[in-house]
């Protein structure tokens, strides 16, 4: 039973308290009937006065904790915001930390686990492409802070010869992402435009304290669902701005092979060739899509014989 | 322990400001950026605050060290921070008096102390170890406080006083929270400026708070009140010309409001020195 006679239980009650989810006053009650409280007067742990008796106290604190958390999560997924609307986001939070509480310093991290979490959540079953959406807007915050990287310029491959350009070992930059998903949730993502959209740039963490209720009343975007279809993104950043692309299967091979091996142009030809009708259509497709992977800054250079993670 | 070296008046810096501040000189001498927010591996961010510091001073200011926890120190934490200290060479690293989390949870928050010997034992022994670890002295804040433990036997004042003395770190002192803390637990705020060692001192944060009726919160989303410029003009008194920077982290104005206010600070601290 946690009791207040040490620094350890101490701060563990508080957590417990502070964490309820109903709040401090029905978490104690809770405790109590586990056997792990004694009472539900919390005055033997925090002082009341004449303003606010102990469980008021620890209410504070208890605001601050989840409100922090539902609107670091709200900028984080402003679009899953948008379809569900406020309150039912609120709710969504309340339940992910039940399973997901933070276990991170920043708040940066909190999220990552909560498309997964949608996924299995009754708002993943009501709007089935809830989660495909989340990790899109995951993937873009992951990208907007991920390891710089210079890409390959097109003066560079201007400066070699075809034997070369053939023998050079390609690889995706750090800050790319590749989504595989059950929905085409891209335009959707274009339909979503909101205020909160642009990723947290500067971060979430401050000292302030917190406390909103206004959110709960933002009311539901309508929204026509995607097709429930196959459908790849790629993620990525130029420079300091952020971007997506759907692509077609091929190319999603071609960036899969890039980032976890590394390739030569020879072998993304090979890999292209199985999914073209012949050989001409696989040169045609494999130029354009180096064209375009140079110009959008996905290629980085790779070291002679460099592996790169698996 | 000698005083840090005087930086002058900064702001805090925040991303709705941060094309204004690479555009053209500021009015301010320095930023504190919040270490967290910048521990990432690259990105934007980090670019701004390394261009920031090419021209100014800044203060890294965590809020996630938990030097009053019962978990381990975080070790991967630490590591972070020490890659970004020297990557930004910052003046100096700050973080608070306080606890953010247990049993592997993080609440994202600054949780009170309560005030006892064994508290006070255990929080000389992480700051002197995650200060041989960082290979650097810290100076720690005091944050605002809306309950008291009920087994507290020791002002807050003398707490991190004796914090300071025994780990041999500084202090980052707020003088917003002193207000504020001192309003929710019905103390003497100039008690509390007067009894804090005038050589620990390194910084002072300013700040807006709001008023709940039954306590005042550390929102930092409104100009700097009255009495806590009022406080402020205490502290200069006491502690000389220490580094001051004015927190605006809510309802963020334009920067010639924010800049507007460093420059009232900096107007405080002569007039307070003068008279």
């Known amino acids: 039973m946690p009791s207040p006679d040490d620094l350890r239980n101490s701060q563990i009650l508080f957590k417990e308290l502070i964490t309820a989810p109903e709040g401090v006053t029905p978490g104690a009650s809770l405790l109590c009937a586990q056997g792990r409280l004694h009472t539900t007067d919390l ?5 009341g006065d004449a303003r606010l008796d102990a469980a008021g106290r620890l209410d504070i ?5 989840f409100y922090r958390l539902r609107d670091a999560l709200a900028e984080d997924y402003p679009r899953v915001v948008a379809v569900t609307g406020g309150a039912n986001f609120h709710n969504l939070i309340t339940d992910f930390l039940l399973v997901h509480p933070s276990g991170t310093w920043s708040l940066r991290f909190v999220g990552e686990p909560l498309a997964g979490f949608i996924a299995m959540h009754p708002l993943g079953r009501e709007f089935p492409y809830l989660a495909d959406l989340a990790r899109l807007e995951w993937a873009r915050i992951e990208a907007f802070d991920d390891e710089d990287a ?4 097109r003066q560079r491959i201007a400066g070699l010869t075809q034997d070369r350009i053939a023998s050079l070992r390609l690889g995706l930059i750090p800050a790319c992402r590749l989504l595989s998903l059950a929905h085409a949730v891209a335009p959707v993502w274009l339909t979503l435009t909101t205020s909160g959209e642009a990723p947290p740039a500067g971060g979430h963490d401050s000292e302030a304290a917190v406390g909103s209720s206004a959110f709960e009343e933002i009311p539901p975007t309508r929204v026509t669902p995607p097709a429930r279809e196959p459908s790849f993104i790629r993620v990525w950043r130029h420079g300091f701005k952020v971007y997506h692309r759907p692509v077609r299967a ?16 020879p072998e993304i030809g090979d ?11 696989a040169t045609q497709r494999m130029a354009a899509l ?3 992977w140079i110009a959008e800054g996905l290629l980085r250079e790779l070291p002679e014989g460099s592996i790169i993670r698996p | 322990m000698r005083q840090r070296r005087f930086l002058g008046h900064g702001v805090g810096l925040r991303r709705d400001h ?11 001498d320095w930023f504190e950026a919040i270490s967290e927010n910048f521990m990432v591996p690259g990105g934007r961010p980090l670019d701004i605050l390394r261009r920031v510091r090419r021209d100014y001073p800044v203060v890294l200011h965590g809020v996630s060290l938990s030097v009053g926890s019962t978990d381990p120190i975080d070790e991967g934490y630490l590591a972070r921070l020490r890659e970004l200290i020297a990557d930004i060479e910052p003046a100096w690293v700050t973080d608070h008096l306080c606890w953010t989390g247990v049993s592997g949870v993080n609440s994202h928050d600054l949780l009170p102390m309560p005030y006892t010997e064994e508290a006070l034992d255990h929080v000389v022994r992480r700051v002197t170890q995650i200060q041989e670890r960082l290979a650097r002295r810290i100076a720690l804040e005091n944050p605002s406080s809306y309950l008291t433990w009920t087994a507290s036997t020791i002002s807050e004042w003398d707490f991190l006083a004796a914090v300071a003395q025994r780990a041999d770190c500084g202090i980052m002192l707020d003088v917003n929270n002193v207000f504020v803390s001192a309003s929710n637990h019905g103390f003497d705020p100039h008690a509390y400026i007067d009894a804090i060692p005038t050589d620990r001192v390194w910084q002072f944060h300013l700040a807006g708070h709001s008023d709940h009726g039954t306590h005042l919160l550390d929102t930092h989303d409104h100009p700097v009140r009255d009495e806590v410029w009022e406080l402020y003009r205490r ?3 006491r502690f000389g010309t220490i580094p001051t920077l004015v927190e605006w982290d809510g309802n963020i104005p334009e920067w010639d409001r924010l800049e507007a206010e460093s420059a009232r600070a900096r107007e405080v601290m002569r007039d307070a020195l003068a008279g």
Not at chain 1, 61 to 65: D, E, T
Not at chain 1, 250 to 265: F, Y
Not at chain 2, 20 to 28: K, W, Y
């Open chain 1, 43 to 47: 005055s033997f742990l925090v002082r």
């Open chain 1, 61 to 65: 604190y208890a605001g601050m904790y």
């Open chain 1, 150 to 153: 210079a890409p390959i310029a």
């Open chain 1, 250 to 265: 091929d190319e999603n091979a071609c960036l899969v092979l890039l980032r976890d091996t590394g390739a030569t142009l």
């Open chain 1, 271 to 281: 890999l292209l060739l199985e999914h073209a009708a012949g050989e001409d259509e």
């Open chain 1, 290 to 292: 180096f064209e375009l």
């Open chain 2, 18 to 28: 941060f094309e204004r501040i690479l555009s053209a000189p500021t009015g301010v």
């Open chain 2, 235 to 237: 502290a200069v008194r």
